[in-house]
């Protein structure tokens, strides 16, 4: 069985690696780009669509405030990664912003921080593959009909890949980013050659339509509240900046600065490319519209529900590279591609901030491990089956899922920088240098700039889509909350339970006696082994113990007994009604309420099986048994192993499994330089 379990494992996932090759697994910068920062870039293709979406209420007459929108969005967005590359520099450990709201606001807003990023990661999953599942399926039909399975199964595909680990990951995931990245600034540069230099008129497919606004004429708080509005919806552009803090120590050294660099280039193209496809957007007049089917007009007309809008990006790239074109459709699959490889932002980031929240106990200390290719395979596996369950529930519908998304990490980004404010605050207290503390004012205000920017978006959102699904995520949060607490509280109750006193206790203190109980079924090998090991243990008093659930075995027991002349006294229980394991525990009980500073220990002999099934045929009362006696204090459980043929087998097995070579393990050729030689005494 292990070998069958081991060779699938092995081809997919990869051989494993050393502990001390961790150091191979980290990530230069141009790896690190793709791996920490597909999320923010990718939702260029989806962030200008959300502004266009809410203007469509006011008409096309409002489509002239995007331009504001993404400025702000623009400011907001630099705004962010200055105080993130300040956070990189102060908390390098990899907490991000669960480090900064704990140091600095206290455990309580640390765990929000937590439960807010873990939400976010999940839907940034669960959103990213919905989209890229819609916007595959509008080239292949079967997509579309089964868009939850085909969704499910690039979950799986994901967490193969990110199980091989984060370096081979971000190989695989950095060509179809960077081929998205390169074909969106040559859609911009072309864009603009065209429109500038050659005067050509470029028109998207939807330029001849008009749009029916649901509120026309709208002004003061009305039209204030929905550039607010828009504003919140272009924000997604943000989702997934935060991940680059949390996966610091996934940086090669000097980490700190290498990180630092990545997010500076991350704003730079995300704020490029989002800026670009607006102002693309604006002079191909490009319409959308939320309910197309109604409100966006054909000559007076309404398209109709069989219309399939298509997301800004795809009709920019149509009215600049025409449709149908090499370029047209390379832009089209890196689109669909790089919205699948998005997900791999929280791939990262959710596996590494569960295992710092494992490290502090507000997690399963199994989610801070790392598996055979050196990830925190638990955590990965984790993160595929809630986004899987999410995207089941929802059926991987993008537009539902997304009225669930940015609340998360508007509340990360909002209390961390709160935090640093406070960082900011605590240093200046102390420090007198005036070059330094010129610095920290500067940092402190566009730390607070942040704050209120990421605040002023997080109740807009609140406010805005609260009925419309953000519920589910504030509900989420507040079950991770829950949850981590209560774990954090369990572990901190076993550890002051079980914490080693100063001076002598009761569980220093040696047993006045030690009084042994060897169960007996019937006397065969495994009897006789358990036996001989009790006698070895020189208890001040040992007895045997059988169970009266068949007179007749019991009376041939004791005759057998007799007959073979075992000097070890045989005591049966009675049970009338055929109970094994309560009539045992009940008196072991009675022998610790008899003399309760004696211990009581319990010999058990067991079959040792070679074969999976054969476990389910023996030792099921054994089981039971220990079971139940783990639960009694004072009483000690021995098992006393007796291993059948099959067991052998399962030896021979093993001794071939070892001189097995999986896929991959056997690297040929040359011995690489440095390798400790065998010793000629060693050898043979």
């Known amino acids: ?68 929108i993404a400025l702000a969005v623009v400011v907001l967005m630099f705004t962010v990664v200055a105080s993130y590359r300040q956070n990189v520099h102060a908390y390098p450990s990899g907490g991000g912003d669960y480090e900064v709201a704990t140091t600095n606001l206290g455990p309580r807003a640390g765990l929000t921080v937590a439960s807010a990023l873990l939400v976010d990661y999940v839907l940034t999953v669960a959103v990213s593959i919905a989209s890229g599942i819609e916007n595959l399926g509008s080239a292949v039909p079967f997509v579309v009909e089964h868009k939850v399975l085909c969704a499910v199964a690039v979950i799986v595909l994901l967490t193969l890949m990110n199980l091989r680990g984060v370096k081979e990951s971000g190989k695989l995931f950095a060509i179809p980013t960077y081929v998205f990245v390169g ?48 504003f919140s919806s272009g924000c997604a552009a943000l989702t997934g900046v935060e991940a680059i803090s949390n996966g610091v120590p996934a940086f090669r050294k000097p980490k700190s600065k290498n990180a630092a660099t990545t997010l500076a280039a991350m704003g730079l193209l995300a704020v490029t490319m989002f800026c670009g496809i607006i102002v693309l ?26 219309y399939v809008q298509n997301p800004v990006i795809t ?64 955590g990965i596996v984790l993160l595929a089956g809630a986004a899987t369950l999410l995207t089941v529930i929802y059926g991987a519908d993008s537009t539902r899922l997304i009225q669930l998304y940015i609340v998360g990490v508007f509340v990360s980004f909002t209390l961390s920088q709160t935090g640093m404010v406070r960082h900011w605050n605590r240093h200046l207290a102390v420090e007198q240098d005036q070059a330094k503390r010129r610095h920290m004012v500067r940092s402190r ?34 079950i991770f909350y829950a949850t981590m607490t209560a774990i954090r509280k369990h572990y901190d109750g076993v550890a002051a339970e079980i914490a080693a006193p100063e001076g002598p206790s009761d569980d220093s203190v040696r047993p006045s006696r030690v009084h042994s109980v060897v169960l007996i079924s019937k006397i065969h090998r495994p009897t006789l082994r358990a036996l001989a090991y009790a006698k070895l243990m020189r208890s001040d008093t040992l007895e045997a113990l059988t169970v009266n659930v068949d007179a007749a075995e019991t009376k041939a027991l004791k005759e057998e007994w007799e007959q073979r002349g075992i000097d070890v006294p045989l005591k049966v229980l009675d049970s009338p009604y055929r109970e094994i394991t309560r009539p045992i525990i009940e008196y072991v009980k009675g022998l610790r309420k008899e003399s309760p500073r004696d211990a009581v220990s319990v010999i058990i002999p067991e079959y040792v099986v070679g074969r999976w099934y054969e476990h389910l045929l023996h030792n099921q009362s054994a089981l039971r048994l220990k079971g139940r006696l783990l639960f009694t204090p004072g009483i000690m459980v021995t098992s006393v192993p007796y291993q059948l043929q099959s067991s052998e087998a399962a030896k021979v097995r093993a001794r071939k499994r070892q001189e097995w070579n999986a896929p991959g393990s056997v690297r040929r050729g040359p011995a690489e330089e440095g390798r400790p030689k065998e010793s000629s005494d060693t050898k043979g």
């Not at 939320?290 to 069989?306: F, H, M, R, Y």
């Open 281 to 306: 957007a604006l002079t191909t007049k490009v319409r959308m519209a939320e309910n197309p089917a109604t409100d966006l007009l054909k000559n007076g007309i309404g398209v109709g529900a069989d």
């Open 315 to 378: 009709q920019v790239a149509e009215a600049v590279f025409g449709k149908g074109s090499f370029l047209f459709v390379v832009l089209a699959a890196a689109t669909a591609l790089v919205l699948f490889l998005a997900a791999n932002t929280a791939y990262n980031g959710f596996p590494v901030l569960g295992s710092i929240l494992a490290q502090d106990r507000y997690l399963p200390r199994q989610l801070h491990t790392r598996g055979d290719r050196l990830a925190f395979s638990n």
């Open 445 to 478: 205000a566009i730390n607070a700039f942040g704050a209120f920017f990421t605040g002023l978006v997080l109740v807009v959102v609140l406010v805005t889509k609260f009925t419309h699904g953000a519920w589910v995520a504030l509900l989420g949060m507040v």
């Open 183 to 230: 074909g969106v600034f040559i859609m911009i540069a072309w864009g603009a050659f065209r429109g500038m230099v050659l005067d050509d008129t470029m028109r998207a497919p939807t330029a001849q339509y008009t749009i029916k606004a649901e509120h026309q004429g709208l002004a003061g708080f009305a039209l204030v509240f929905l550039m607010l509005r828009a």
């Open 1 to 68: 069985m292990s070998k069958l379990t081991d060779m699938p494992k092995r081809i997919l996932i990869g051989r494993a690696l050393r502990s001390d090759r961790l150091g191979e697994t980290l990530l230069p910068k141009r790896i690190a780009l793709p791996v920490f920062a597909s999320d923010p870039l990718s939702s260029v293709a989806y962030a200008p669509g959300e502004v266009l979406l809410v203007l469509s209420i006011a008409g096309v007459s409002a489509y002239h405030f995007s331009p504001w």
